[in-house]
């Protein structure tokens, strides 16, 4: 099965397209998974090379990680945003201190997409509610 038939971003698509919708699926295991566990792989490589900086919290690896997964974040997160029906600049909400992210937080990891086909494009659930539709019966 490809990407396209099981309804599936790439990967490539998923990390560095702005275009097309995104899945609670996709934003929790396919990027805030990959993206904390290569925070805490830079972290320790920090550590075990003495560039950690404790007055920073971080190092030179941890620092290049952080700058390289900036446009993956901002990729999914557009993506995520497309899916609840709003425009990427929603992503912008999440500089006002402490409720911005905790709203971030709960519009992009914890509420389901707009069903159906919506303006940024179909319904990511759309396959894979006709599979498991049919599987049942």
Known sequence: M????????????????????????DYWVRYV????AGAL??????????????????GVITLLFVIAAIWPSLAVGVKRCHDRD????????????IVGGIWLLIELGFLRGSPGSNRFGPDPLAGAAGSAAALTT
């Open 2 to 25: 490809t990407a396209k038939t099981t309804g599936r971003l790439g990967w490539g698509t998923l990390w560095f397209s702005f275009t097309g919708r995104a899945t609670r699926f």
């Open 33 to 36: 998974i990959p993206y904390v």
């Open 41 to 58: 792989i830079a972290g320790f490589l920090d550590a075990m090379l003495g560039t950690y900086n404790p007055d920073t919290g971080g």
């Open 86 to 97: 709003r425009s990427g600049w929603f992503l912008l909400i999440g500089l006002i201190p």
